[in-house]
């Protein structure tokens, strides 16, 4: 009953809501549960559905009070989608789509930008992991959750009059699904007058805190500072699962590689991923909560001066993506244990045929022991397609032998 309420009040009552403001834990809930609606279509970039998604992160920011910085004085930054999905290097249609900019000026030397796209997979097509008849990719984790944790730090930032020590930027960016289209775009045409940016944080999937409690948090080696700061702001409110790359498939990269310090926080892999049951109904609202509050307490504590900027190693892209074959598997990114942990076992693949089953853990393909998902990854570049390997696996407890042909 609660949800379908707030469905009721982001679909049909929001126009009326005006200043007037809902209870902060409510407001996360609405934001997720109409950005996550069949009404909205999987929120494809360059779809009406993806406009409307815009246009709602546009009113939130409004209501909230930010002040629109994209395109003459408005919340929108329009650029045109000129690849296809997920890097499939072909040329899409000729369409356009929108970062959402919401700015808060503090009269500070810099900014610090907090992000968190918008878009998802429309009704499936390139990207998706379903199969079936076309059917809403509604995408609650993927990214309405980030979305609605970008939008509650921006209504408590804006009410924090004693904050000062930067400017903050608050983007909802477009087309993230189809190459980080939107983030690329808003990095190199920040808008004018804007003070350099400090720092990046960036919200994708993050809806799915698990029992563990564990958050993935990477870009962690991109300023000295990050450990520190994410430790005080912590207070053991979860457990850190750090990844120390700037680089990723997600918004943050984009800025990493202008030399801007990021982070992008996480909770991990799930069976829904790029599939339509990504719904509402799976979110953990506490969880959702218990990250906004945890980010808003590192803003807070920020240093006056900018975060110093460091290059990281990143074996997460070139030296990690030569090899030929795959498994068919999701990795759990937040696993903190040794080996490679599986989240989720794609149909018709290697794994499934393998017997392998979410929640098994990987601990030696052939030869080679695998201690984590680089150790996986590397694994994986030293074989071809019709080779057979043993695995050795661990499933509640028990040391299992499996036999995989890639």
């Known amino acids: 009953m609660r949800l379908l309420l707030a469905l009721a009040l982001a679909a049909g009552l929001f126009p ?27 929120r ?32 929108y930054q329009r650029f045109p989608i000129t690849v296809g ?47 079936g008849e076309p059917a809403p990719h509604n995408g609650a984790d993927d990214n309405a959750s980030g979305v609605a944790v970008m939008l509650d730090l ?28 939107g983030s690329k775009y808003l990095a190199a ?28 948090v990477n870009g962690a080696g991109t300023s000295p500072i990050w450990h520190e700061l994410l430790d005080r702001a912590n207070a053991g409110r979860v457990t850190y699962r750090f990844h120390e790359s700037g680089l990723g498939p997600s ?15 996480f909770t991990g892999q799930h069976p829904q991923y790029h599939k339509p049951d990504d719904d509402v109904v799976l979110i953990n609202f506490p969880g959702v909560r218990t990250l906004a509050d945890l980010v808003y307490d590192l ?7 900018a975060p110093a900027f460091a290059k990281t190693k990143d074996t997460s892209t070139e030296d990690l993506t030569s090899f030929k074959v795959t498994m068919g598997v999701m990795p759990d990114y937040v696993f903190g244990g040794t080996g490679l942990r599986i989240d989720g076992v794609l149909s018709d693949r290697p794994a499934e045929k393998a017997g392998l089953q979410r929640g098994d853990v990987i601990l030696k393909i052939a030869s080679k022991d695998i201690r984590d998902i680089y150790g996986y990854m590397e694994a994986l570049g030293e074989h071809e397609t019709g080779q057979t390997v043993e695995l050795l696996v661990l499933r509640d407890g028990r040391k299992l032998r499996k036999k995989l042909t890639f």
């Open 16 to 42: 009326a809501l005006g200043a007037q403001a809902l209870a902060p834990d409510l407001q996360l809930r609405v934001d997720i549960a109409y950005l996550a609606s069949d009404l909205l279509g999987g």
């Open 44 to 75: 494809a970039s360059g779809s009406r559905f993806g406009d409307e998604a815009a246009e709602y992160v546009a009113a939130r920011m409004q209501q909230i009070g930010l002040e629109g910085i994209g395109d003459a004085g408005t919340f």
């Open 85 to 131: 999905g997920h890097g499939r290097g072909q040329s899409a249609p000729a369409l356009y789509t929108s970062n959402v900019l919401g700015y808060l000026d503090r009269g500070a030397a810099s900014t610090v930008l907090i992000g968190a796209h918008y878009d998802h997979l429309g009704f499936g097509g390139s990207g998706s992991l379903y199969i």
């Open 154 to 181: 921006a209504a408590r930032l804006k009410a924090d009059e004693g904050f000062r020590k930067y400017n903050l930027l608050f983007v909802g960016f477009g087309a993230e699904e189809m190459g980080l289209i």
């Open 189 to 216: 045409h920040l808008p004018d007058g804007l003070p350099p940016l400090a720092a990046m944080f960036n919200f994708d999937m993050v809806g799915r805190l698990s029992g563990e409690g564990v958050l993935a």
């Open 251 to 265: 918004d943050h990269a984009s800025f990493y590689l202008e030399d801007v310090p990021v982070l992008h926080f």
């Open 299 to 305: 803003v807070r504590a920020l240093p006056t001066a």
